[in-house]
């Protein structure tokens, strides 16, 4: 995620929306009874102290087949979720989440099953009690005028967004509920299938690659796209719209598809190559790229943010330039193949992608790393500095703290271990925990293994503290 226009940062931040967890939803287990229990109910929330709604309990999705059509004139959405899934416990009911929309029918393992809304928790009760460790498999067939959300720190809309000629779909942190049901936390990885029936005209872009040409029939066009790799939610997309497309691939052999809203036909082929050149550059530093396509997308939803959703960045209302599009890339390995385990250390993500901004821009010849460095660090009165990057802060998630001193910190570590150590920590990190969650104390574990070095002291001050370190 890049913030592009001051303006978005200043939305106010609303909590809650009204969420409220199901009776005996607590997380961290609901039954208290003295007879030992082998079947109970799923947390409505997936543990993450911050976000305490945010996914659920008691199992662990692989995969989601996503069967869906929308009308954008009738801003009507119709949804099929198929949702394989293992227990992590005995199951007697459990959680989704999904926000407004209206749901039909709800089977598991083919058999229909009861099911309540409260806020954003559906909540499903199998007819069979599902046991721990069991693979099961739910169906959802689900309707109606998707609505985007407004909530959790300074974003302004995200989730869901109908446009004059489609939707902007962008979902971080917490918007895929928007659209499907999830369990929405980037602490449950799965693959995803996306079949999108739209009027014939538009074009649906999803993640991954598609996995047949468009079908056309009576009016209507389906694009199946499939990400075969595990992906969080808040990186799945359906974007749809009139686009201009680029197909190819990067130097390196790379599969790369550039889209652009017409109205930024002129960067078509602009994008599709800095998004190529890009890859193979961070495939060189950071280690192989960890996905089977590059890319970009501009629509012409003046977001004024951008969002690395994987494999096809988005860019939303605005031309991007060779910066933000190293920062969406630089994602690609550090967010979407390492995703955080919670919010609180969204540094891992920002941080390393504004990092990556900066070794661009030093690549590039402009500005080194050093420089950029100096002029954060000679800025004593930022606020930034009273923002302890390592503590993500619900109501103030995208802060710039998170991004520059989150960036500052690898820059203080790399001139402690050197260059070697450093480098060769990315790409350990990167290839140790391709596909997987990390933590911020998993880093630090790493960095000092590698270079030999005590940390701690460096990290408390650069990501702890709510003051600007005394050097570095
Ligand atoms: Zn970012």
Not at 196 to 215: R, S
Not at 273 to 278: A, M, N, V
Not at 430 to 441: C, I, L, P, R
Request: overall charge negative; some cysteine; proline content about 6%.
């Amino acid at each position: 995620m890049s913030v592009t226009l001051a303006s978005t940062l200043a939305c106010a931040a609303t909590t809650g929306g009204g969420v409220v967890p199901p009776a005996g939803g607590a997380p961290g287990g609901t039954v208290a009874s003295h007879a030992p229990n082998t079947s109970t109910a799923g947390a409505a929330g997936i543990g993450d102290p911050d976000f305490p709604h945010d996914g659920n309990g008691g199992y662990d999705v692989r995969h989601y087949g996503l069967k869906l059509a929308y009308d954008p004139a009738a801003k009507h959405l119709n949804g099929v979720a198929l949702i394989d899934a293992t227990a992590s416990q005995g199951l007697s009911r459990f959680n989704l989440d999904l926000s407004g929309l209206k749901v039909d029918t709800v089977k598991v393992d083919g058999t229909p099953a009861r099911f309540s809304r409260s806020g954003t928790e559906l909540t499903v009760s199998p007819e069979t009690l599902i046991k721990d460790k069991a693979p099961f498999q739910v169906e959802v067939r689900y309707g109606g005028e998707p609505k985007p959300m407004r909530d959790s720190g300074n974003l302004g809309l995200y989730g869901f967004i109908p446009t004059a000629d489609g939707a902007f779909v962008t979902c971080e942190p917490n918007g895929a509920k928007t659209w499907f049901p999830a369990n929405d936390h980037p602490a449950d990885k799965a693959s995803f299938d996306f079949s999108i029936t739209v009027p014939q005209g538009v074009t649906a872009l999803a993640n991954g690659e598609m996995t047949a040409k468009p079908q056309t029939a009576d009016g209507k066009t389906t694009w199946t796209w499939r990400e075969k790799h595990p992906m969080v939610t808040y990186l799945a997309t359906m974007t749809l719209g009139k686009f201009d497309l680029r197909e190819g691939k990067t130097a390196s052999g790379i599969p790369n598809f550039a889209a652009v809203d017409p109205k930024y036909r002129a960067s078509l082929d602009r994008v599709y190559r800095l998004s190529g050149e890009i890859t193979d550059y961070w495939s060189t530093v950071f280690g192989p790229y960890p996905f089977s396509s590059t890319g970009g997308v501009v629509d012409d939803y003046a977001a004024g943010y951008a969002l690395e959703n994987q494999t096809k960045p988005i860019y939303g209302g605005f031309d991007p330039d060779q910066d933000i599009i190293a920062h969406e890339l630089a994602h690609q390995w550090f967010g979407d193949s390492l995703s955080i385990s919670r919010w609180k250390d969204l540094w891992l993500n920002e941080g390393f992608a504004t990092y990556a901004e900066w070794l661009w821009s030093e690549h590039t010849g402009r500005g080194t790393v050093d420089s950029i460095f100096k002029r954060h660090y000679a800025a004593k009165s930022d606020p930034m500095w009273k923002y302890p990057p390592g503590k993500a802060r619900a109501d103030d998630l995208f802060n710039n703290s998170v991004y520059t001193r989150g960036a500052m910190t690898l820059q203080a570590l790399r001139q402690r271990i050197g260059d070697e150590a450093f480098f060769r920590l990315l790409r350990t990190w990167a290839d140790q925990h391709k596909y997987g969650n990390v933590t911020t104390d998993e880093f630090v574990t790493l960095a000092e293994k590698i270079s030999g070095k005590q940390l701690d002291g460096l990290f408390d001050a650069w990501l702890y503290q709510p003051r600007r370190p005394e050097s570095w």
